[in-house]
Structures are given as structure tokens and as C-alpha cells.
């Protein structure tokens, strides 16, 4: 697609369920990075996958988050049992990797409210 | 830890003001600085920075690196009420296996009054 395209644009859920978040990268970007964004707050790193693996996991905040990137394209950021310090905007990126210009190109983001 | 600190939290001006915004790091990988403008929701790029003392220039928006100072602003002439939006700056401080991931501050909030 033109841009990267993210879904829902807003979730709301229960406190003890579990969502899942859609990133759609730009095609033909192998980087795809997750980032998270409280309110009023910077951007927090969660996960990077190259194509399909994830080299660097070390964000993810707890063990109720897992995220996959299937066929180099869509990752699904998935939270288990949410809480409600989870509520917060995720952001996705991607990237052409090998290229240091250093510019992620980001989704409007999935704004989460956990009752 | 790598950290990337950013000054004033929030600033109101008024229109035709001139604004300088700051960021600070300290990273263990230093590759490069980048500032993004961030109005609603998706952040947008302005500006990546490698070398000191080299100012990247658009319209009325300026920055310069202090790679000495571990620090960057970003200056803003002549200030609109679209300039309105909050400034985020991030350092790619990764190693080759880490793509272009960011490491990024928390922001200053800009807003320009009529």
C-alpha cells in the first residue's frame, strides 16, 4: 500500500481480555517496528522484526505480549489478559533496511482503552 | 541504557515567535539524530542529522548536532499555529543487525497561539 496501515483505529476492551493490533507495512519494507506511546508521553520500543524474525524483543513489557510478522509483510502485535496500564496508542513502523536514512515511515496507530 | 532527553516538556508562544527546541542523548552506538514532527497521530520526519556542526534546513525549520555536547535543537522562525504538534527526537544508536530502530525522547509540546 502507499502507506502503513494499521487496524483497529481504536479498541476498547475489558480489563482480562485479549487484542489483537494489525500493522500493514509499506511494501517492499523488510524493518517493521512496534513502538507504544502513553498519553503525553514519547514513543517506547517494543519489537523490530527483520522480514519474519525478531532480532530484538527486548521492549516488549511482559509475557502478555507476543507479536509475529508472517510472509515478511503483516505483523500482529497480540495482549493477553489486558490491563489497564496497557491503554495506550501502538504505533507501527517500517523501514527499508540496509539503508541508513534512519526515517521510519509510521501508521496512524491503534489507540487501546482498557476499562 | 541508551536515553534521549528532551526540553522544555511543553511551550506556548505566540504567533511570528521564534522557538528552540532541545535534545540530549546518551547512547552507546551513536549512528544518527533524527527529528520528527508528531500533529495527530502518525509522527512525521523532519530531519536526520550525522555530522556536527552541519545545519539541515527546511522552510523555517532548522537543526544542528553537537556530537561534543550530545545534544541537537531545533529551531523554529517565524511560528504558525500549524506548527503546532509535538516534536520528538530520536537517535538510532542500533548496530547493523538493528535496522533503523529509534530510540526516542519524550517529546516537547509546541503550541502557537494566534
Known amino acids: 500500500g502507499a502507506g502503513v496501515s494499521q487496524s483497529p483505529s481504536n479498541k476498547v476492551t475489558e480489563k482480562g481480555k485479549d487484542v489483537e493490533l494489525r500493522c500493514d507495512p509499506i511494501?517492499?519494507?523488510?524493518?517493521l517496528y512496534w513502538y507504544r506511546q502513553s498519553l503525553g508521553q514519547g514513543l517506547e520500543f517494543l519489537i523490530y522484526f527483520q522480514g519474519n524474525s525478531a532480532p530484538d524483543k527486548s521492549g516488549l513489557p511482559s509475557d502478555r505480549f507476543s507479536a509475529e510478522r508472517t510472509g515478511g509483510s503483516v505483523s500482529t502485535l497480540t495482549i493477553q489478559r489486558t490491563q489497564q496500564e496497557d491503554s495506550a496508542v501502538y504505533l507501527c513502523?517500517?523501514?527499508?533496511?540496509?539503508?541508513?536514512?534512519?526515517?521510519?515511515?509510521f501508521g496512524e496507530g491503534s489507540r487501546l482503552t482498557v476499562l | 541504557e541508551d536515553k534521549v532527553v528532551q526540553s522544555p516538556l511543553s511551550l506556548v508562544v505566540h504567533e511570528g515567535d521564534t522557538v528552540t527546541l532541545n535534545c540530549s542523548y546518551e547512547?552507546?552506538?551513536?549512528?544518527?539524530l533524527l527529528w520528527y514532527k508528531q500533529e495527530k497521530k502518525a509522527p512525521t520526519f523532519l530531519f536526520m542529522l550525522?555530522?556536527?556542526?552541519i545545519e539541515k534546513k527546511s522552510g523555517r525549520l532548522s537543526s544542528i548536532l553537537d556530537k561534543k555536547e550530545l545534544s541537537s535543537i531545533l529551531n523554529i522562525t517565524a511560528t504558525q499555529t500549524g506548527d503546532s504538534a509535538i516534536y520528538l527526537c530520536?537517535?538510532?544508536?542500533?548496530?547493523?543487525?538493528?535496522?533503523?530502530?529509534?530510540?526516542f525522547g519524550g517529546g516537547t509540546r509546541l503550541m502557537v497561539k494566534p
Open positions: 550525522t555530522s556536527s556542526g
Open positions: 547512547v552507546t552506538n551513536f549512528r544518527s
Open positions: 513502523a517500517s523501514s527499508l533496511t540496509g539503508i541508513n536514512t534512519g526515517e521510519l515511515f
Open positions: 530520536a537517535v538510532d544508536a542500533g548496530d547493523n543487525n538493528a535496522g533503523n530502530m529509534l530510540t
Open positions: 511494501s517492499g519494507h523488510t524493518a
